[in-house]
């Protein structure tokens, strides 16, 4: 429905990258569409479209998303917004009670308010976390997040959560999708997007994580070592 996949996490101008990967690749991609009405045919499937188009094909692939399951959670009396509530370290409302994973609605101390991740890779990081907590460490979850994508020859990682920003810094050059790009929000970066450089992406995850406020040219500059931008402990 969005102009470009992935707006509200990356914007119009990283989001109609993306989009470009598809379409080079034969992709068909229809945006700012919706779908009207799928029709069964003897022989495949009809799509009729927001725009009044009519699309043949042999099946169709739906993806609208989940909801949180929190059904026993609330038959619990936890308190449920978009998931389980959970505080820095994972406790629900419940003083012995924590929660994890894709149902947990954390209160994330890096960003100052609450973040629902849906990836295995939080999964496993706070369900480790949620342990030791229980077990006696008495620490916030930082995670400050990480996903990844292979795309045809493309990798594509993403590190932090940009709930807005006025700022966007590019290294590289987005032409030969080669790149990162940082979010930065009145000077602070709170994630970095990176087409085939993990390596600096990772890297960045320090930064984010320390709240840190690095010199934009810096990050521009390809022969800046971004470990060498994170903040003193």
Not at 107 to 131: C, S, W, Y
Request: aromatic fraction near 8%; hydrophobic fraction near 40%; glycine fraction near 10%.
């Amino acid at each position: 429905m969005a102009d470009v996949p992935l707006h509200w996490a990356l914007g119009e101008e990283m989001g109609g990258v993306y989009a470009e990967i598809h379409r080079d690749h034969g992709v068909d991609l229809r945006t700012g569409e919706g779908v009207d009405a799928i029709e069964d045919k003897d022989d495949g499937v009809l799509v009729r479209t927001t725009k009044g188009d009519t699309l043949e094909a042999e099946a169709v692939v739906v993806g609208v998303g989940i909801a949180p399951n929190t059904e026993l959670a609330e038959t619990a009396g936890l308190e449920v917004d978009n998931g389980i509530l959970v505080d820095e370290r994972c406790r629900t409302s419940a003083p012995a009670v924590y929660a994890c994973g894709d149902v947990a609605n954390h209160q994330h101390p890096v960003f100052g308010r609450r973040i629902r991740v849906e990836h295995f890779d939080n999964a496993l990081k706070m369900g480790t976390h949620v342990a030791r907590v229980m077990m006696g460490k008495d620490e916030p979850f930082e995670d400050p997040h990480w996903f990844w994508s292979d795309q045809y020859d493309i990798n594509l990682q993403y590190a932090g959560f940009a709930y807005q920003w006025d700022d966007v810094v590019i290294r590289g050059s987005v032409k030969d999708r080669d790149f990162c790009a940082f979010y930065l929000n009145e000077g602070v970066l709170l994630a970095c997007l990176g087409m085939n450089r993990g390596r600096e992406v990772r890297r960045s995850m320090k930064l984010i994580a320390g709240r840190a406020r690095p010199d934009p040219a810096a990050l521009r500059d390809e022969d800046v070592d971004l470990k060498s931008l994170v903040p003193a402990s």
